[in-house]
C-alpha cells in the first residue's frame, strides 16, 4: 500500500487569500488526485496530476481557482486562490497504486479548511 | 457515465444487530466497486473492494460485501454491530480494463452515516 501525508492538517484562512496544500508518499506513483468534501457532502474530484504534464480538471473547477503542482512523482500541491467561505471544506489527495494486479487509490488524511 | 447511489442517508441499528448499508451502481464496462469509512476528523479508510470472482468479499473490521450484477447492488454488512462502527461509509465505482490498468474516475455516493445504539 501506499503511505500519504498532507500538510497542513488543518487551517484558518481569510477570504481572498491563497492557501498552498502539500501532498507526499512514501512510494512513486503515476497518478495523484486531488478531491473536494464540502460540509456533510460526498468526494468530488477537482483535478488528476500526473507528473511532467498538466493537470486535468474536472467540470466546475479550473486551474486559476486551484492551481496544482507534480514535481516529482512523490509529491503534489494544490492551491485554493483567493478563498472565499464557500470554500471551507476538506481537501484530499489521492493516489492510484499497484496491489497485486490491479490499481487501488488511497487517500491521505486531508486537509479541513475554514475560511471567513 | 458511472455513478453510484446510496439510498439511505441514515442507517441506525442496535448493538449486536446485523447492518445493512446499501449501494447501487451505474457503470458502462466492468465495475470495480469499493466502500470506504470515514470517522469523525479522520481521513477515508478502505474497507473492501470487489474486483472479479467470488461475489461476497470480506473486509477490514469484519465486513462484508455482496456483489450482485442483474440488480446492480454492492451492499456493505456485518454479522453484529459494535457501537465503534459507527461512522460515515462511502461506496464508490470505477470502471476498469481487463489488464486492471485503468486509470478511470473513482465516483463517490453520497455516504451514509451508520449509527450503532448500545
Known amino acids: 500500500s501506499a503511505v500519504i501525508s498532507q500538510k497542513p492538517s488543518r487551517d484558518i484562512c481569510q477570504r481572498g487569500t491563497s492557501l498552498t496544500i502539500q501532498c507526499q508518499v512514501d512510494s512513486q506513483v503515476t497518478m495523484m488526485f486531488w478531491y473536494r468534501q464540502q460540509p456533510g457532502q460526498s468526494l468530488t474530484l477537482i483535478a488528476t496530476a500526473n507528473q511532467g504534464s498538466e493537470a486535468t480538471y474536472e467540470s466546475g473547477f479550473v486551474i486559476d481557482k486551484f492551481p496544482i503542482s507534480r514535481p516529482n512523482l512523490t509529491f503534489s500541491t494544490l492551491t485554493v486562490s483567493n478563498m472565499s467561505p464557500e470554500d471551507s471544506s476538506i481537501y484530499l489527495c489521492?493516489?492510484?497504486?499497484?496491489?497485486?494486479?490491479?490499481?487501488?487509490?488511497?487517500f491521505g488524511p486531508g486537509t479541513r479548511l475554514t475560511v471567513l | 457515465a458511472q455513478s453510484v447511489a446510496q439510498p439511505e442517508d441514515q442507517v441506525n441499528v442496535a448493538e449486536g444487530n446485523p447492518l445493512t448499508v446499501k449501494c447501487t451502481y451505474s457503470v458502462s464496462g466492468n465495475p470495480y466497486l469499493f466502500w470506504y469509512v470515514q470517522y469523525p476528523n479522520r481521513g477515508l479508510q478502505f474497507l473492501l473492494k470487489?474486483?472479479?470472482?467470488?461475489?461476497l468479499v470480506k473486509g477490514s473490521y469484519g465486513f462484508e460485501a455482496e456483489f450482485n450484477k442483474s440488480q446492480t447492488s454492492f451492499h456493505l454488512k456485518k454479522p453484529s454491530a459494535l457501537v465503534s462502527d459507527s461512522a460515515l461509509y462511502f461506496c464508490?465505482?470505477?470502471?476498469?480494463?481487463?489488464?486492471?490498468?485503468?486509470?478511470?474516475?473513482?465516483?463517490f455516493g453520497q455516504g451514509t452515516i451508520l449509527t450503532v445504539h448500545p
Open positions: 464508490a465505482v470505477r470502471d476498469y480494463n481487463a489488464g486492471g490498468t485503468s486509470y478511470g474516475k473513482l465516483t
Open positions: 489521492s493516489v492510484d497504486f499497484r496491489v497485486s494486479s490491479y490499481n487501488e487509490q488511497f
Open positions: 470487489y474486483i472479479t470472482g467470488d461475489n
